[in-house]
């Protein structure tokens, strides 16, 4: 398990990097937290010729809330998500779902943009992008696109990204008034990918579901946004009735590949269990008003 | 006052060493010019190798040697050594150093490349190139024994190494005067130990001296050593096979040999250069020892009262492609069986079969878990049919403590009859149950439904063979600083023998616990003893340990008795002195008397049988002694998740004499968690292919602390009449009943599902599947 | 592993058949497909870089089409291997006439050793992914018009 010959650069500006990716195009693979680069490399799965380090960049440790939006560089690490207090209450989802991402000495290293770009369909982060709209902003050296979220996962370990892009920032809509937030997932050992997981939100008004976001890990080749249970959650009056309608549409739906840890069928079922202990949750927590994670 | 230091819960002696990183693992074994090995292994499960070229990969400019089967000398060519012969094993077929025409399973050694460095090693070991013709690979048990869809040994003929058969009484005559007949089939799948270190081995070749040393991670160095030296054509005494600090061992770390063994020193000897060899995590998963996979049929007959009447299984026993280790593990599976109780009929049977998989060999509990699944489900299932109570079943079975020595009527791993030496079965139950309040458990369980809870009381019941022969042996000897030093032949693996060996010595000779250095596995020390295997090592070395500590003390008496012009029997040994009973001020130093008994000029008496205050001693045991103890548990089902949550986890263990209860707990609690791996989280799952899919920790889910629950450990000491400390093996009480209790308590959380659960390891989607089937059945 | 799925391609079976049977049209659509040199009737070397993102590797390795019934089905079997390890892979297509498009049935089996296992959890999306690109390289073909 020791890596194959490669050449290792490590640019202290986005400039310099998105000039060694313009130069080695898909032949360069970048390294920030490493949590997934280095098992593969290690395992001679992956093969890059030169691998990116950005972890000099210093340009690109940011983590901070400016006009509605929460702005995460790409070296902030998954460890601050949890730590700072304020995402718990930008990003409610985002500082509950982290929790799940590995163990700390993990979230130590590994950072968000990582994760993200590492596009596994069982993580966390991604599903939990997709849930709140999340945008992801590539630099090359043509220039600067946002990506929403749901545009940028397109197959497992795949993204929108081009070869030359670096993935710069992820940027999450801070959470408006009357939003739940909540993220469950099913691992038989805490830390694992998920078998299942659901990142729900719900926006309560007069005991009323206004409106609902329903994604999920680990149960497609990438993060799947459910739009027809979150309408049928909204549709029905009676909250039970309207959780119960949007499970029964997420096990509808739904088509994961089963695998060594869980068939189709199972994950399926997670799924419709887990959307609805998901949405419970965030209802409670959306209509005391708390609207977050609960530490 | 002296102090006592036997059964005293001392910190060990060799933790402040180990957690500040100064311990001694093979991998921290740097010596000048050392090159770095890779073995290539085997990508296919089965299949006939067609061509071997080496040559892409001897041009790299970095690698000294290329290693296939043609290259290496006569002597390796054959299959490595049949470690422990039976005479039911029919066909004896060991693997070998580097497979010649045929891969029998993933990760078999197919060629070994050393080189400057382990990254250029395993660079050149891509360019190796092999052309085989992958054959249907034998996964399926029942599919090997009936000899499809392949045979693993063409030449024999059959997938079946061996078939035995034991018995006691007439097991068909009681089934027909039975009330009740209750038969299922059981399984036992794949697991591994997966210790936190993987194997490594180093070795180093002096070729003006003609000495070959060998830094190898193995729980039994002193064979690995003999077995070198026949291979290599060495004197015993020209080998010296260090295991130096071992990050666990658990059963897989002792074989003769693993392939590396053998090809690490071939490497040394023929480049005149240190080769060092560290298995790296990929490779531990196919290329270490696994266990555990058998299918049981099993029977139980039963009068209406409860009483066992007879128990029969027929089971099948995976051996993997090859059997070097015989049938130790199908044999501790019948025989360990039985457990605690009474069973007057007995008819125990298997079949060894190979499999294109990864070997079998021990694994802590080796066919232990097995047979305590199969009874302790019988028992269960038992009660449920006849109503009763499932303690009190147990109950009217056991062996009562007046019955020892109690003779099951089987012949054991050691090839000596199976004869429990002491216990008390019935207290240990009692002691559990009380521990859990097991009367109020149907309330306590009312009150957890009535809030939407699913928890279940699960316990189980064993017996523990261990502490078998055939010897070992200990050297003890003081010094004129008054430390004393100890070496005995077994090797360690984190069991904390530096501190409950030095205990027994402690205890012997009155000097601090700290002032007795223990060496263990380092065949230069000591070079007589078998290994440290079948929880053996504080039984059988202890024993030793406390003969030789005897001895030196018998001599310090003498010879300080005429240095203080004293009679040895008005002498005593404490603090590290001699001193005269009643009048403490008469006194020698035990260094004084160490040096008084080596002089550099004048007479030794010759009652003094030779210079010095040291003794050597052996210790071979009549046969082997048993543990026993309960396991109870609260766990907690989401049957919606399917899912497990444990509550509570009480151990009643009875070990005989405890030599340090801490090291005790850490033993249990150790075992417990792997017990609990086990039943619910690890898992080796195979395609139909013969690949592991579950290869990394990724996959194999080995549990964490978030896991596993707080383990409170009641002790229980009915010492054994066997040896002279009244020590029984600890080693693998903490896995034994995991698999049993969890099944019982799963069913008893779910009852009205009336769950049977007559598999394990489970995991999620298992139980998820058996929810889905019963409740399916109930609508 | 068992993947299937169908596509739907649009140009009559005749027209999808000619390009199927044509081991070089074939081969351009094949997501990483290097070299396909021919051995021998119906058998080819091939090299291939196949895999996403990181998780990519070089296989050299041999593709034989075992079964050809114009126009409605066409069997190939692949393998390869690699640094990380090997893949064997059975593929079947079933041609549906529907006028002027084509209905395809695929179905895979896929085996891999060595490091590959690790990655079993990903390998059908990744299959049917991979499948997803060599129909709609296939269908961008028919469309431009030459078979």
Partial sequence: MKPPVFDYQDPASVEEAVDVLARHGAAAKVLAGGQSLVPLLNLRLARPEVVVDINRIDALDYLTEESGWLRVGARVRQRRLEREGDVRRTVPLLAEAVRFVGHPQIRNRGTVCGSLAHADPAAELPAAAVAVGARLVAHSRSGIREIPAEEFFTGPLTTALRPDELLVEARFPCTGPDWGWAFLEVSNRHGDYALCGVAAGVRARDGRVQDARLAYAGAGPVPVRLRQAEVALVEHADLEEGIRAAAAEARRVLRPDGDLHASSEFRRHLAAVLTARALRLAWSRASTCSGGAHA | ?779 | MRIEGTETLHAPRDRVWALLDDPQALASCTPGMQELRPTGPDEFEAVLSIGIAAVRGTYKGKLRITERTPPERYAVQVEGTSGAGFVRAVGVLELEDQGAQTGVRWSGEVQVGGALTLGSRMIPGIARMLAGQFFQCLDRKLQEGSP
């Fill in chain 2, 1 to 779: 006052m002296t102090t006592r230091w036997l059964g005293a819960p001392i910190k060990r002696n060799e933790d402040p060493r180990l957690l500040v990183g100064q311990g001694l693992f093979v991998d921290d074994v740097q010596l000048p010019g050392m090159l770095h090995a890779v073995v290539l292994r085997s990508p296919h499960a089965h299949a006939r190798i067609l061509r071997i070229d080496v040559r892409r990969a001897l041009e790299h400019p970095d690698v000294l040697l290329v290693l296939t089967h043609a290259d290496l000398p006569p002597s390796l060519r054959e299959p490595l050594p049949k470690l422990i012969p039976h005479p039911d094993l029919k066909h004896h077929k060991t693997q070998y150093t580097l497979a010649p025409d045929k891969v029998r399973h993933v990760g078999e050694p197919v060629a070994f490349v050393v080189a400057t460095s382990r990254y250029a090693a395993e660079d050149a070991a891509e360019l190796i190139e092999v052309d085989y013709e992958p054959l249907p690979a034998v996964v399926d048990l029942e599919d090997a024994a009936a000899g499809r869809p392949a045979l693993v040994h063409e030449d024999i003929g059959t997938n079946v190494a061996a078939h035995s058969v034991q018995r006691v009484g007439d097991y068909e005559a009681a089934r027909a005067r039975a009330d009740l007949v209750l038969a299922r089939r059981f399984v036992v799948d794949r697991g591994c130990a997966s210790p936190m270190e993987t194997r490594g081995v180093v070795a180093q070749w002096d070729p003006r001296a003609r000495q070959l040393t060998v830094w190898d991670s193995t729980q039994a160095p002193i064979p690995i050593r003999n077995g070198l030296a026949a291979l290599f054509g060495l004197a015993q005494k020209d080998v010296r096979v260090i295991a130096p600090d071992v990050g666990g061992g658990f059963g897989p770390k002792i074989m003769m040999f693993y392939p590396e063994e053998v090809l690490v020193p071939l490497a040394a000897m023929r480049l005149g250069r240190p080769v060092k060899w560290i298995e790296d995590r990929r490779e531990h998963f196919v290329a270490t020892n696994h266990e555990r996979t058998q299918i049981h049929h099993a029977e139980i007959a039963l009068d209406r009262e409860g009483h066992i009447l007879g128990v029969r299984t027929v089971f099948l026993h995976d051996a993997g492609a090859y059997i070097p280790y015989g049938l130790i593990v199908p044999i501790v599976a019948e025989c360990t069986l039985p457990g605690p109780y009474r069973i007057p009929n007995y008819h125990a049977e298997f079949r060894a079969v190979f499999t294109n998989k990864t070997i079998v060999s021990p694994y802590r509990g080796a066919g232990r878990p097995h047979g305590v699944f199969v009874m302790e489900r019988l028992l269960d299932l038992a009660a449920r049919e006849l109503g009763m109570d499932r303690a009190e079943i147990r109950r009217r079975n056991f062996i009562q403590p007046h019955e020892f020595p109690y003779d099951v009527g089987l012949i054991y791993q050691d090839n000596a009859p199976l004869v429990y030496d002491s216990g008390n079965y019935p207290a240990a139950l009692e002691r559990a149950l009380e521990a859990v309040d097991y009367p109020r458990w149907p309330e306590e369980k009312a009150r957890y439904r009535a809030q939407g809870r699913r928890v279940g009381l699960g316990f189980a019941c064993y017996v523990e063979g261990s502490g078998i022969g055939p010897y070992e042996g200990c050297r003890v000897t003081v010094e004129p600083s008054g430390k004393v030093y100890v070496a005995t032949g077994v090797g360690t693996q984190g069991q904390g023998h530096f501190t409950s060996l030095a205990q027994v010595v402690a205890e012997a000779l009155g000097v601090d616990v700290r002032d007795v250095h223990v060496v263990t596995g380092d065949t230069g020390a000591f070079g007589w003893g078998t290994g440290t295997f079948a929880s053996r090592a504080a039984v059988v070395a202890g024993s030793a340990v406390h003969l030789a500590a005897q001895a030196v003390r018998q001599k310090a008496l003498q010879v300080a008795a005429s240095l203080l012009e004293a009679s040895p029997e008005d002498l005593e040994l404490a603090d590290g002195q001699v001193r005269v009973r009643g009048a403490p001020s008469r006194s020698v130093s035990l260094g004084e008397v160490a040096r008084a008994a080596n002089p550099l000029r004048g007479v030794i008496p010759s009652e003094w049988e030779g210079p010095g205050l040291e003794a050597t001693r052996y210790f071979a045991p009549p046969r082997g002694t048993f543990s026993h103890g309960v396991h109870a548990a609260l766990v907690e089902v989401d049957p919606e998740t399917a899912t497990l949550r444990f509550l509570r986890y009480v151990v009643v263990h009875d070990c005989g004499t405890i030599l340090n209860p801490l090291i005790l707990d850490g033993q249990i609690h150790g075992g417990v968690a792997q017990g609990i791996g086990g039943s619910f989280f690890e898992r080796l799952v195979y395609d139909d292919s013969g690949q592991l899919l579950s290869g990394s920790f990724m996959d194999f889910h080995i549990p964490t602390a978030v896991e596993i629950p707080e383990i409170e450990v009641i002790h229980q000491e009915t010492p054994s009449p066997l040896n002279p400390i009244g020590a029984k093996g600890a080693g693998e009480g903490g896995v034994i009943p995991v698999p049993a209790l969890v099944a019982q308590a799963i069913e008893d959380a779910l009852d009205d599902l009336e769950l049977e659960i007559l598999r394990m390891p489970l995991h999620p989607d298992a139980l998820f599947e058996l929810i889905q089937k019963a409740t399916r059945r109930g609508s």
